[in-house]
């Protein structure tokens, strides 16, 4: 198995930028594709970006398409979401996942999930 930990959220204004780390440890971090996810109180969780095993093929959420970015440096076993132009409905709890066996159009299906950590946008 493999255990996550995100770091990175905090308050920021609308429009403005934050950078989500999640660090990963146990099994070899190449052996994973590996997603964000989020949920804001009250809605269901939601799907915001995925990357494959070798950074091959990015997938992202209609709604963070062009202002999110994600990527990983697996010599760091580390992965990335860069959060830009941020808005007030970005609001939530942000969760990094990992994947055995990644299945487009399935991204909820993961097999291993962090703490979370928070990201406020004021307005």
């Known amino acids: 198995q493999v255990q996550l930990r995100e770091s990175g959220g905090g308050l920021v204004q609308a429009g403005g930028s934050l950078r989500l780390s999640c660090a990963a440890s146990?099994?070899?971090?190449?052996?994973?594709?590996m997603g964000w996810l989020r949920q804001a109180p009250g809605k269901e969780r939601e799907f915001v970006a995925a990357?494959?095993?070798?950074?091959?093929?990015?997938y992202y959420a209609d709604s963070v398409k062009g202002r999110f970015t994600i990527s990983r440096d697996n010599a760091k076993n580390t992965v990335y979401l860069q959060m830009n132009s941020l808005k007030p409905e970005d609001t939530a709890v942000y969760y990094c996942a990992a994947y055995r066996n990644l299945r487009v159009g399935r991204f909820l299906e993961y097999d291993y999930w962090g703490q979370g950590t928070q990201v406020t946008v004021s307005s």
């Open positions: 990357i494959t095993r070798s950074a091959g093929a990015t």
């Open positions: 146990g099994r070899p971090f190449s052996s994973y594709a």
